[in-house]
């Protein structure tokens, strides 16, 4: 028996959002009487984390820290309207949508500040602990509290604004394909180490070292979440998974968490991020759709290291222990 | 029919309610109530026996009788059957093991019944109120068993005369692409004097490697003195294809995996 | 995880007060305590429970349906078939005009696909809808089926869904779509090497632990609040609305909290038919998929075929690339019509080639209907892309990641679907994984810069 | 349809109901005791997200049948906190960022828990085996595998 071990390399792109659709999203911004925020939209949270982030975006533009936000969302009766979750478009297109509402709602904010302090809203800045400040003299300053309590009870403003992010509609030209499919790229690059048992074709992946650049990590440890999930996720599409083992035929297709396989927590690649940041120029603080590209690269780097082990080609996904074994023997019959 | 469980105290009681149509015995419920979740209406009715005996482990002179309730994990953690831990703990994750039962694993279909794959190369009795069968005989008619399985009993073989291996894609816990069992006797000479091999995923159900076992005895246990063995270990199999692994896949590494187990 | 903020300094400000922030996500603290509320956490007394009466064949024609035994069944209160639904055949892109309507809610007449729905039934108990679903008679005559793309595109194959007529998506560029850039005969013509490979998938389930469901609560004004996880709110309800031919403002879709998506919920699968059941037994509805349901019924990833012939230079430049993609929608194009199309705008990779030539086509199979996943339309074609261009650095004799820095794109480079390249970030990628897997390549390419050269 | 009589403890206080013979313990706590902690992901004993502890052993709820538990003294998630003080473990999930989605998470938190009520201080491989019957879809399960391992090292700290 013969271990042997092997690393390949693959280095991709991803498209933000579904423009060949057009790809709208609406947010409403407004603020409680005590100067709490509250974001409605009906986008939702697959458990990527698009409550917590569409909550820092706001407290970012607002100016005010994260916890005085609440995010409520995915009610048809109250949220405005978004495509949906999907496409790795989430955090961009609603993320724009709420930046646009949190501005609009912003300058009410500083407008009733400025009344309260006998200034021009345009010398007040927010100290993000939820204060204004008149720029140059921070002595000079009022709550975001009082500043509510002021706009709901004295001044009869309503402090609240209204974002809509629309990527129109582009439809590809019939002869050439010439069309806009997508507003910005994340990209990656990703090295995989792997083991192959070429008795067995029974393929360890030893480790992996990705690096993803999404333009903004907005909340680095969620980044990190998606992205150690998302490379689990590209091992498994690699080397486990399918729903018709023996496609193009129909049978034997796994009903169950046993049939379907997937890597267990006894499999895991020893597995690496590291992040770098070009700042998209229509993403919200600059940031692209990371979760969809992150489970890419590991597949093709996977294959590429079991070629760079045992000298065969897989071609056809998964690469399972089977097909490895297959092209062995073949490659040993040749 | 909606789904109604009896219990009854004694193994007795609950053959005879077994009889009725659309009866099935509950033992964990790994597999009938599993079953019956995901909609066979062909069962109506649940029968089990709180009998203690079904549940009790006795290990005297070597003599091994496990209660056909007896979980893997009792199994697993039991002082005197720390030899049989690894095959134990080959069946599902910690949760199941709590309710996986000795007796429902000789019921399990492949790719499942790992459990039962080393009873068979321990040359277990099962036992009913009917009386007692040799494993390989009631594993041949299992299909047609109606009576409540209530103890199996084996020799505990000398410390390291038992082997087991499992194989699965997904670690720690995942199905078997095989499992093999093997209880081997050495003479003093280091060569193989009595063999026994059984093999999970091989079959429907665990079948015994007779063709290998013969082949092995008068043979040493190196990479020369197997190769008949390995040679022989797929005689007489007809390997399952399911979504884990190909018959063609299962049957190409059998010896290998075989042969990996036999050099350990 | 390690932020590298050396690189593009220069064009980011870092003066951010919550953005950047690892702030505690604020659903954990329902996560970790079970108290978040799942649409399934949702319980209403008299609840009924929603079961699928599935086809047990790839194609065939339905002779007839009976449902008299199941309907008397005790526990059963309502048994839908095709003719209850208002607007039967559907699709979901219909929503941004992409058509035509091709799959039925309840089949009519016809199925194509095993496990498609046929007749659903409506019961007190989940097993009083699972013994009533099993008195269902239903029969068939089957039909020849097809199951490979490449015999469903052959003349004389079985026709898998009429609604199209052939066994592919009419684009209005054909019956693919393409993208043409350059010359790419000449750019064979010219190439020192050619190689055309070919890659293969099978279909990938989302898998999430939460499987696809919703409860619908008829709210006594003649309005439905559905609790569903779809991953879009509105997308569904309008969908809803197209097939129960119910004004919207009739629908309230409560939802956002999903088990894990991963596009697996983008289809419009069980809100109709429960708000339906809702609607004609006034009483609330739970339909919610098995996981037997989730991993065969639920449309997966399609499997794809990506043909890739790529014309390559000694020196390591791909001077021309030809790309041809199917997805297999299997028996309806939910969104599959979208997938093959962002493949054709994702071709040929992040890579500067002057000479491309993309079809991507959308092939109908008598299987389960594919739909969107995670890296839709663009992972399998990774996969092919990433592998070819290993193949090709080992042609040449060339290291392959030290090809890819030879080939990857740059800002201002013109793609091949003539969009000029912004932002681009392959080359620091790269860059970066040269030192993090300790993977060297020649100090020029170190010195490589995604900007427009001379900016 | 006949009913029948459970009576157990869930999370320290007395319940009893009377439920429909052959319900599972998982259709009984979440549809008429109102504990939504345990979470069907598969009914079929493959995923682990409806794991309790019963009588001391972690089980599947799934695969219960409730009238089975006359007695029984049983656990779950929502239970583990205390006055609002969150337990150990959750305290590290939430800490060491180890939800996404969340439908494991209870599953998750029951299989640590028995781990650690039995072996305090575990090996990473002893965390693995014990987190091995649940899936977890979005994490990788590296995440999951950290928060255990960081509350057996707090609640060592804390017992120091």
């Known amino acids: ?115 309260e302090l006998e200034v021009n809203a345009s010398d007040l800045e927010t100290d993000g602990q939820g204060n204004i400040l008149v720029k140059g003299a921070p002595q000079k300053s009022i709550s975001i509290f009082d500043v509510a309590l002021s706009a709901h009870f004295k001044r009869g403003r309503s402090i609240s604004g209204r974002g809509m992010f629309l990527i129109p509609r582009s439809y590809p030209e019939k002869e050439t394909g010439a069309m806009k499919p997508s507003t ?41 979440q998606q992205l150690v999930g998302g490379s689990w996720m590209g091992i498994s599409h690699a080397l486990y998974e399918t729903t018709e083992p023996y496609y193009p035929n129909r049978d034997h297709g796994g009903t169950d968490f046993n049939q379907y396989l997937m890597p267990g927590p006894g499999d895991l690649a020893q597995t690496e991020i590291i992040v770098l940041e070009r700042p998209s120029a229509d993403g919200p603080y600059g940031a692209k759709g990371p979760g969809e590209m992150c489970a890419n690269p590991q597949i093709p780097a996977v294959a590429n290291a079991v070629f760079d082990a045992v000298g065969v080609r897989i071609d056809t996904l998964p690469i399972t222990p089977e097909r490895i074994l297959r092209a062995l023997k073949a490659h040993a019959a040749n | 029919m909606a789904l109604a469980l009896q219990t009854f105290a004694t193994v007795k009681d609950a053959n005879t309610a077994l009889k009725s149509q659309g009866s099935r015995y509950l033992g964990g419920g790994t597999l009938v109530v599993r079953a019956a979740n995901e909609g066979d209406v062909s ?104 009576a409540i399985v209530t103890t199996v009993g084996f ?40 063999a026994r091999i059984a093999l999970g995923c091989m079959a429907d159900r665990p079948t015994r490697a007779r063709a290998a076992e013969k082949a092995l005895i008068g043979r040493r246990l190196t990479k020369d003195g197997i190769a008949p063995a390995l040679a022989a270990a797929g005689e007489g199999t007809s390997p399952i294809t399911d979504p884990i692994a190909s018959a063609w896949y299962r049957a190409e590494v059998l010896p290998v995996h075989l042969g990996r187990l036999l050099l350990t | 995880m390690e932020l590298r903020k050396s690189y593009f300094a220069d064009v980011r400000k870092d003066d951010l007060h919550e953005i950047g922030q690892p702030r505690p996500r604020s659903d954990s603290p329902g996560h970790v305590t079970g108290k978040t509320a799942f649409f399934a956490d949702r319980n209403f007394p008299g609840t009924l429970h929603l079961k699928m009466v599935r086809s047990p064949h790839h194609h065939a024609r339905i002779r007839s349906i009976d449902t008299s035994e199941a309907e008397r069944h005790p526990g059963v209160v309502k048994v839908l078939t095709a003719k209850d639904v208002p607007h039967n055949v559907y ?41 009533a679903a099993a008195k269902v008679k239903i029969d068939y005559e089957v039909l020849p089926a097809v199951f490979d793309m490449e015999e469903a595109l052959k003349p004389g194959a079985p026709l898998v869904n009429e609604y199209h007529g052939q066994n592919y998506y009419l684009y209005d560029s054909g019956e693919c779509r393409k993208v043409r850039f350059g010359d790419v005969e000449a750019g064979f013509a010219s190439a020192d090497h050619v190689l055309e490979q070919s890659y293969q998938s099978s279909p990938i389930e989302h898998a999430p632990t939460e499987t696809t469901g919703c409860v619908v609560a008829p709210e006594g004004n003649d309005r439905f609040t559905c609790y569903t996880n779809t991953q879009a709110m509105f997308f569904t309800l309008d969908n809803a609305s197209i097939i129960l031919q119910m004004p919207g403002n009739k629908l309230h879709f409560v939802g956002g909290t999903v088990g894990g998506g991963f596009g697996g919920k ?83 990779g992040p890579y500067t080639i ?91 390419f170190m010195a490589m810069s995604s900007y427009v050269k001379g900016a | 349809m006949a009913k029948v009589p459970v009576q157990f403890t869930l999370n320290g206080s007395e319940k009893a109901e009377f439920i429909d013979s052959g319900t599972t313990l998982l259709h009984a706590l979440r549809d008429k005791i109102g504990d939504t902690s345990p979470k069907g992901g598969c009914h079929q004993g493959t995923c682990g997200a409806c794991s309790v502890i019963i009588d001391g052993e972690l089980r599947l709820s799934c695969l219960t049948l409730a009238e089975t538990c006359n007695g029984a003294a049983i656990s779950t998630t929502s239970g583990l906190s205390e006055g609002g003080v969150l337990h150990p473990l959750q ?41 091995s019957g649940n899936i977890c879809r979005c994490t990788g399960y590296e995440p999951i595998i950290q928060a255990v391992l960081t509350a057996a090292r707090s609640n060592s700290q804390n017992a120091a």
């Open chain 3, 266 to 348: 983008v289809d419009v699968i069980v809100e109709p038919i429960a708000i339906l059941g809702a609607k004609l037994t006034g009483r609330p509805v739970s339909f919610i998929y098995s996981r037997e349901e989730e991993m065969q019924i639920s449309s997966p990833r399609a499997a794809e075929k990506v043909v890739i012939k790529d014309g390559v230079m000694k020196d390591g430049r791909i001077v021309a690339r030809k790309v041809t993609g199917y997805t297999d929608a299997g028996a309806y194009s939910r969104h599959s019509p979208y997938g093959a199309q962002k493949g054709a705008g994702h071709y040929p």
């Open chain 4, 91 to 131: 305290r590290a999930f939430l800490d060491t960022f180890a939800t996404q989605c969340g439908f494991c998470t209870p599953g998750m938190i029951m299989a640590a828990k028995m781990l650690l009520d039995h072996t305090p201080n575990p090996s990473r491989d002893e965390v693995v085996e014990a987190l």
């Open chain 1, 184 to 224: 910005c790229y994340a990209h990656a690059c990703t090295v995989a180490e792997v083991e192959v048992d070429d008795e067995t074709g029974e393929v360890t992946v030893l480790t992996v070292k990705n690096i993803f650049e999404i333009g903004r990590a907005l909340n680095p440890k969620m980044v990190e």
């Open chain 2, 43 to 146: 069962v109506s009715s649940l029968v089990r026996s709180t009998d203690p005996a079904l549940s009790s482990i006795a290990v005297t002179d070597g003599k091994v009788r496990i209660g056909a309730s007896v979980t893997m994990a009792a199994i697993a953690r039991h002082p005197d059957l720390s030899s049989l831990a690894r095959a134990a703990r080959a069946v599902g994750g910690p949760a199941v093991r709590n309710m996986a039962t000795v007796g429902g694993n000789l019921f399990a279909p492949a790719p499942y019944g790992d459990f039962a794959v080393a009873l068979l190369a321990l040359d277990a009795t099962v036992s009913t109120d009917d009386g007692e069968a040799p494993i390989e005989t009631f594993l041949t008619g299992r299909d047609s068993n109606r």
């Open chain 2, 155 to 194: 020799v505990l073989p000398p410390q390291g005369d038992f082997r087991f291996l499992k194989v699965s894609r997904v670690k720690p816990k995942g199905v078997s692409v095989l499992s093999i069992a093997a209880v081997l006797e050495l003479a003093g000479d280091g060569t193989v004097s009595a």
């Open chain 3, 91 to 131: 699709t979901i892109l219909i929503l941004i005009q992409i058509g035509p309507e091709d799959e039925t809610v309840l089949a009519d007449g016809k199925v194509r696909w095993k496990g498609e729905p046929v007749v659903a039934v409506l019961a007190e108990t989940e097993r009083a809808a699972q013994e």
């Open chain 3, 354 to 444: 002057p000479n491309v030539w993309i079809d991507t086509y959308c092939v109908y199979t008598n299987r389960t209907p594919s739909s969107a996943m995670r890296g839709f339309g663009v992972t399998i074609g990774d996969f092919a892309l990433e592998v070819q261009m290993d193949k090709l650095a080992r042609l040449i004799g060339m290291d392959p990641l030290e090809f890819r820095f030879i080939n990857a794109y740059r800002d201002g480079d013109m793609k091949a679907h003539r969009q000029p390249t912004e932002g681009a970030a392959l080359i620091e990628c790269m860059q970066e994984a040269s030192r993090a897997a300790n993977w060297p390549v020649a100090e020029k």
């Open chain 1, 1 to 115: 028996m013969a271990i042997r071990r092997g690393r390949g390399v693959a280095a991709i792109n991803y498209p933000t959002g579904m423009n060949l659709g057009g790809d709208p999203t609406q947010a409403l911004v407004h603020s409680t009487p005590t100067g709490n925020f509250m974001v409605t939209l009906s986008s939702v949270d697959l458990g990527q984390g698009m409550k917590q982030i569409m909550a820092q975006i706001c407290a970012e533009t607002i100016g005010v820290p994260t916890d005085r936000v609440v995010v409520d969302t995915a009610d048809t009766d109250t949220g405005p309207h978004c495509m949906g979750t999907f496409a790795s478009r989430g955090t961009h297109r609603a993320g724009n949508a709420v930046i646009q509402a949190a501005k609009e709602a912003r300058q009410v904010m500083l407008e009733v500040a400025a009344e």
